[in-house]
């Protein structure tokens, strides 16, 4: 009686846990291939808010839809399980995502055309390097490669140059404010760049 009692209180706490949570989980409906990422914000509830294992498996049921709740109504086992076990059994079924080797072997096996080309410039350094066999291969390919550090440099260097040339310009003008003409007596330029007629004799 005392046991039976514990697992109602139990239950009844679980419910009042997920209750809270049922919002922060999305529906899972088995419908594409999003196994992975609804794995993976479970974990995160789980462990934010340590939910112990009846109050995960709670949660899960109560967002599992469509194809996904009929499976888990399938056998009565996965109502036992734990939840390390459930979600196992759930990979197993639902996530269809191919295996990293098998992407990799169906890449290598992959035939390009002549005129295909990698558009990613990480990805294109990557295959130049795979396929060289030397170092001395290696450094012939990457000559003309020019690095985003050096790219970022001269940049910078034709900022800071384009200040310098500003600063200078400033200061040559404000140099030909300060000259005096010792033939006219005018500001602004020296008596060898004087424009000024000469009239009279006077200069």
């Known amino acids: 009686?005392?046991?039976?009692?514990?697992?109602?209180?139990?239950?009844?706490?679980?419910?009042?846990?997920?209750?809270?949570?049922?919002?922060?989980?999305?529906?899972?409906?088995?419908?594409?291939?999003?196994?992975?990422?609804?794995?993976?914000?479970?974990?995160?509830?789980?462990?934010?808010y340590r939910l112990d294992d009846n109050s995960a498996r709670v949660l899960i049921s109560s967002r599992l839809k469509g194809r996904a709740l009929a499976w888990f109504h399938s056998k009565a086992e996965h109502l036992t399980l734990s939840v390390e076990?459930?979600?196992?059994?759930m990979t197993r079924m639902f996530d269809s995502r191919p295996a990293k080797l098998s992407l990799r072997k169906e890449f290598?096996?992959?035939?390009?055309?002549?005129?295909?080309?990698?558009?990613?410039?990480?990805?294109?350094?990557?295959?130049r390097v795979m396929n060289f066999q030397s170092k001395t291969d290696l450094l012939k390919a990457f000559e003309k490669v020019n690095p985003?550090?050096?790219r970022f440099n001269d940049l910078k260097l034709r900022r800071d140059g384009l200040k310098s040339s500003d600063a200078k310009t400033e200061t040559s003008s404000a140099?030909?404010?300060?000259?005096?003409?010792?033939?006219?007596?005018?500001?602004?330029?020296?008596?060898?760049?004087?424009?000024?007629?000469?009239m009279l004799g006077i200069y």
């Not at 049922?22 to 409906?29: H, V, Y």
């Not at 005129?115 to 990805?123: A, C, K, S, Y």
Request: hydrophobic share 35%.
């Open 1 to 48: 009686m005392t046991r039976s009692f514990s697992s109602t209180s139990n239950a009844t706490s679980a419910a009042g846990n997920v209750r809270h949570l049922k919002d922060l989980l999305p529906e899972f409906r088995a419908a594409d291939n999003t196994f992975w990422k609804w794995k993976q914000q479970l974990e995160l509830l789980r462990n934010s």
């Open 85 to 89: 076990n459930l979600l196992e059994e």
């Open 108 to 127: 290598e096996a992959r035939v390009w055309k002549a005129d295909e080309h990698i558009v990613d410039m990480r990805l294109q350094n990557q295959a």
């Open 148 to 150: 985003v550090i050096k």
């Open 175 to 198: 140099k030909g404010k300060s000259t005096k003409c010792y033939k006219c007596q005018e500001r602004g330029h020296i008596a060898t760049h004087c424009k000024r007629v000469v």
